[in-house]
């Protein structure tokens, strides 16, 4: 198998494999838990494991690979390939040598990146925003993840790990966050946080007596809504105004052509994006609207895969 790489996207709950072609075609995948002991195993041990099985199911040795691209939970040092930062409920993660790991064993190039700056770069080469050039992607999921190209080339900062857009503040007295300060974007705008709005406002609504606090996610709230429920709908409202609120201040900041929206819940069309977009346009500068899109990611759970094999060829380390 000519011209073939191997993808890895490293999560916090699981590692995706993916056998990926020079052009950017997903061939084959393979996903196996990370968290089955509570990161007892270190999280690498599983993966270095799992990509032997992949290879091996697959009847390939590593030397019919190109390079090994990989996506990581956590702050990368990408010239290193090391875990810098590590979300507090990951143990044995930070500084693991993920690229010197998978380089000794494979003896194959490696490159390394953060997994939101990986679907950024994933959706830019294969999914919704093929030929923009200047773009902002958010993450919605438990926290925001981010990734910012600026005139075509992915914004790193000087240590590798810019991007952090879950992690300005909008609110000064706001809640608690688990980097450290208060207020933090992610706190009100993830999904994590429309989930707790809701189970905090649910004691007041209609159907509380007949609702399980624990069966609240984002597509059920979403089902609530296009149900015709006014209580949810007002929260949601509330939530969409949040990120509203965050995406004007980086449209202002970084001028984008596109806004990217990523996670499970932003296949929610027209009840997410389509209101954001309004409120977003309605809050910017009249210059930041020119030629302004806002489109759901494409790639699903297969950018970061994606776009980390497109890091290590841009890299030109294969
Ligand atoms: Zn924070």
Request: hydrophobic share 40%; glycine share 12%.
């Amino acid at each position: 198998m000519n011209n073939t790489y191997l993808g890895v996207d490293i999560g916090g709950t699981a590692v995706k494999l993916g056998l990926i072609t020079g052009d950017g075609n997903l061939l084959f995948t393979h996903t196996s838990p990370v968290n089955f002991d509570k990161y007892k195993t270190p999280i690498m041990k599983t993966v270095l494991r799992e990509i032997d099985c992949f290879l091996s199911k697959n009847k390939l040795v590593s030397s019919d690979l190109l390079g090994i691209g990989v996506s990581a939970t956590g702050q990368i040092d990408p010239k290193s390939g090391i875990v810098t930062g590590s979300a507090g409920h990951i143990s044995n993660w930070l500084l693991t040598p993920v690229k010197d790991l998978l380089e000794n064993r494979y003896h194959l190039p490696v490159s390394v990146a953060n997994d939101a700056n990986c679907a950024i770069i994933g959706e830019h080469w294969k999914g919704c925003a093929i030929g923009f050039s200047d773009i902002i992607m958010i993450t919605i999921g438990t926290g925001i993840g981010g990734g910012i190209i600026c005139n075509g080339r992915l914004l790193s900062g000087h240590t590798g790990i810019a991007g952090e857009l879950g992690h300005f503040s909008i609110q000064k007295d706001g809640t608690m966050c688990s980097c450290g300060n208060i207020g933090c974007y992610e706190q009100y705008a993830s999904a994590s946080a429309l989930v707790k709005a809701v189970r905090e406002a649910l004691p007041s609504f209609h159907s509380y007596s007949k609702t399980d606090p624990d069966q609240i996610n984002g597509k059920f709230i979403f089902d609530q809504v296009k149900a015709g429920s006014i209580e949810y709908q007002r929260v949601v409202d509330n939530w969409i105004d949040n990120i509203a609120m965050g995406l004007t201040g980086l449209i202002h900041i970084f001028n984008p052509e596109l806004v990217v929206i990523g996670g499970g819940i932003s296949q929610q069309e027209e009840l997410l994006i389509v209101p954001l977009r309004e409120r977003v346009l309605s809050k910017i500068m009249p210059g930041f609207r020119k030629d302004l899109q806002f489109r759901s990611a494409k790639l699903d759970n297969n950018a970061g895969l994606i776009g980390a094999v497109r890091n290590l060829i841009e890299k030109g380390a294969a």
